[in-house]
C-alpha cells in the first residue's frame, strides 16, 4: 500500500456502457485510499476496498450530516442544501427511517409479490401482442417498478408523464442546468405538497397516507417539509434505480451468453442471478455522498483527518479480490455474495428488499416469456443515459 | 417465558423483569446491511459478514429498539430479560 501524493480527477473517465475503468482495480491493489478531486467541491479520499468502503458508510465516525457545512465534493456546479434523510446521521436520521421501514421489510414486501408478478405478466403480455421486437426501457423496466411504488406510495400512475421528467433532477451531474434542476425539484415537492393535501382530506391505506398520519398525530416525529421530502425520495428511489438495473441486468446477460444460458437451463438460479447482477453491474456513474471524518480514522498507513470528506467506489469494492473469487467474472450461482450494491451502513437502501423482489420477478418474467430474446440491432442500438448519477440505457431494442 | 409479541401488559405481575434487555440477533436472517451497527453505536458489531450483539445483556436503550424497528430482514430482536417480553420489533 502506497501513497503517491497525486490526486487524480473524478470520475476517471466517462462511463462506457457497463464497463469498469481498470484504474479502480489498481488502486485498490496499490493506493486503496487515494486523493480525488470532482468537478466541484474541495478533495476527497477515495476508498476502494471492501473493507474500508464498509467503514466509511457503516461506521459511526464518518457523517454525512457534517457535509451540509462544508464545500462537498460534487458533480454539479451549484451546492445544493436539501438536507433530507440522506443528509443525516443517527439518531436524527433514525427518526425518519423507522417511520417508512416498517413498510419494506422482507416480510413486507413479499406480500407484494404477486401483484408485482402480475404487473410484469400483463406488461409481458403486451409486448408479446405488439409483435416480436420492443423497446425493454419503455415498455417493461420503466412501467414495472413504477406501477409498483405508485400502489406502495399511493401516487396516481397516470402522472408518470411529470413526475418521470422532475425525477432526473434528483439524479442529474450534467444532464439539466442547475435553473432545470431548481425547477424540477420545486414543482415535484409541489406536486407531493398537493397529494399530502389530499391525503388530509380524504385520508388512504398506502403510505403516503401512514405518513401523513404519523406526522398529524406527532409533529415532532415528521415535520410538513420531511413529509415532503420523504415521499419524494420514495417516489424518486423507487423506480429511477430498478428501471435502471432491469435493462442493465438484460445486457449483462445477452453479453454473457453462456451464463444466460445456464440461467436458463437453471431457472431457480434467479435470486443468487440478481445478487450477482447487482455485484457485478457499475450502477454508479459518478461520486456523490461524500462522508466526512468526525475524528482521525487510521487505513493502514493512511490517516483520514478529522474533518476530510471520503467517497467510496462501491463497484471496486464488489471486485475485490480479498472478498470475492475470480471477482471479474460473472457467476450467476455465487453463493456467499456480500456486495455492497445496496450501499452498506444506517442509510443502507431502505428499498433494498423491494427491489430485489422486483428484480427477481422482472428477470424470471422475461426469461420465461422470451426464450428467444436477443438485442435489436445489436449492443450498439442500446442508447446510454447520459449526465445522471447512474447508469443504464435510456433506449434498449429487443427482439424474440 | 411469554410467546412472541405476547399481550403487552396483559400479564403484568405475573413475572418480573430484572430491568436488563436481551439483545439477539438471527444469523441466518442476517444480511449483513450494517444498519443496526450504525443505528446503535457501540451495541452490535459484524464478524464473518453478520451482525450480533456486542453484550447480549443491556440497560434500556432506545437505540438498541431503533435498531430492531430498522432491520429489514427482522433479524434483531430485543426482549425483556426474565418475562422474555418482545420489546421489538413491533409486530
Not at chain 1, 366 to 379: A, S, Y
Not at chain 2, 57 to 80: H, I, K, N, Q, Y
Amino acid at each position: 500500500m502506497t501513497v503517491s501524493g497525486e490526486t487524480y480527477a473524478y470520475p476517471f473517465s466517462e462511463p462506457h456502457r457497463l464497463d469498469l475503468d481498470p484504474f479502480y482495480a489498481k488502486l485498490r491493489a496499490e493506493e486503496p485510499l487515494c486523493r480525488i478531486r470532482l468537478p466541484y467541491g474541495e478533495p476527497a479520499w477515495l476508498a476502494t476496498r471492501h473493507e474500508d468502503v464498509r467503514t466509511v458508510l457503516g461506521d459511526p465516525r464518518f457523517s454525512r450530516a457534517a457535509a451540509l457545512e462544508r464545500d462537498e465534493p460534487r458533480m454539479h456546479a451549484h451546492l445544493r442544501r436539501q438536507g433530507g434523510i440522506l443528509a443525516m446521521d443517527p439518531p436524527d436520521h433514525t427518526r425518519l427511517r423507522r417511520l417508512v421501514a416498517k413498510a419494506f421489510t422482507m416480510r413486507r414486501v413479499e406480500l407484494l409479490r404477486g401483484r408485482t408478478q402480475e404487473i410484469a405478466d400483463g406488461l409481458a403480455d403486451a409486448m408479446a401482442a405488439g409483435g416480436d421486437r420492443a423497446d425493454l426501457v419503455e415498455q417493461f423496466a420503466l412501467p414495472l417498478p413504477i406501477t409498483v411504488i405508485c400502489e406502495l406510495l399511493g401516487v396516481p400512475f397516470e402522472d408518470r408523464g411529470d413526475f418521470r421528467i422532475w425525477s432526473d433532477a434528483f439524479l442529474s451531474t450534467s444532464k439539466l442546468t442547475g435553473q432545470q434542476v431548481q425547477d424540477h425539484i420545486e414543482s415535484m415537492n409541489g406536486y407531493m405538497a398537493h397529494l399530502i393535501a389530499e391525503r388530509r382530506e380524504r385520508p388512504a391505506d398506502d403510505l403516503l397516507g401512514a405518513l401523513v398520519r404519523a406526522r398529524d398525530e406527532d409533529n415532532d416525529r415528521l415535520s410538513e417539509e420531511e413529509l415532503v421530502q420523504l415521499a419524494v425520495g420514495l417516489l424518486v428511489a423507487g423506480h429511477e434505480t430498478t428501471a435502471s438495473q432491469i435493462p442493465n441486468f438484460v445486457y449483462v446477460l445477452l453479453t454473457h451468453p453462456e451464463e444466460l444460458a445456464r440461467l436458463r437451463r437453471e431457472p431457480e438460479l434467479v435470486p443468487r442471478a440478481v445478487e450477482e447482477l447487482l455485484r457485478f453491474v457499475p450502477l454508479g456513474a459518478a461520486g456523490a455522498f461524500p462522508r466526512y471524518a468526525l475524528e482521525d480514522v487510521e487505513f493502514g498507513p493512511v490517516t483520514v483527518r478529522a474533518g476530510e470528506p471520503v467517497l467510496v467506489a462501491a463497484a471496486a469494492a464488489n471486485r475485490d479480490p480479498e472478498v470475492f473469487s475470480d471477482p471479474e467474472g460473472l457467476d450467476l450461482g455465487r453463493s456467499d455474495n456480500p456486495h455492497v450494491g445496496f450501499g452498506h451502513g444506517p442509510h443502507h437502501c431502505l428499498g433494498a428488499q423491494l427491489a430485489r423482489m422486483e428484480l427477481q420477478v422482472a428477470l424470471e418474467t422475461l426469461l420465461r416469456r422470451f426464450p428467444g430474446l436477443r438485442f435489436d440491432g445489436g449492443p450498439d442500438a442500446v442508447v446510454w443515459k447520459t449526465g445522471l448519477l447512474v447508469r443504464g440505457p435510456s433506449l434498449m431494442p429487443v427482439a424474440w | 417465558m411469554q410467546k412472541d409479541g405476547g399481550a403487552v401488559g396483559g400479564d403484568a405481575g405475573r413475572e418480573e423483569g430484572d430491568g436488563l434487555w436481551e439483545v439477539a440477533v438471527d444469523r441466518e436472517r442476517c444480511i449483513g446491511s450494517g444498519i443496526c451497527v450504525g443505528t446503535a453505536p457501540g451495541r452490535f458489531v459484524l464478524t464473518g459478514g453478520r451482525s450480533g450483539p456486542v453484550r447480549a445483556f443491556v440497560g434500556p436503550d432506545g437505540a438498541v429498539l431503533d435498531a430492531a424497528e430498522s432491520c429489514p430482514m427482522e433479524a434483531v430482536t430485543v426482549r425483556e430479560r426474565g418475562t422474555g417480553r418482545l420489546l421489538a420489533p413491533e409486530e
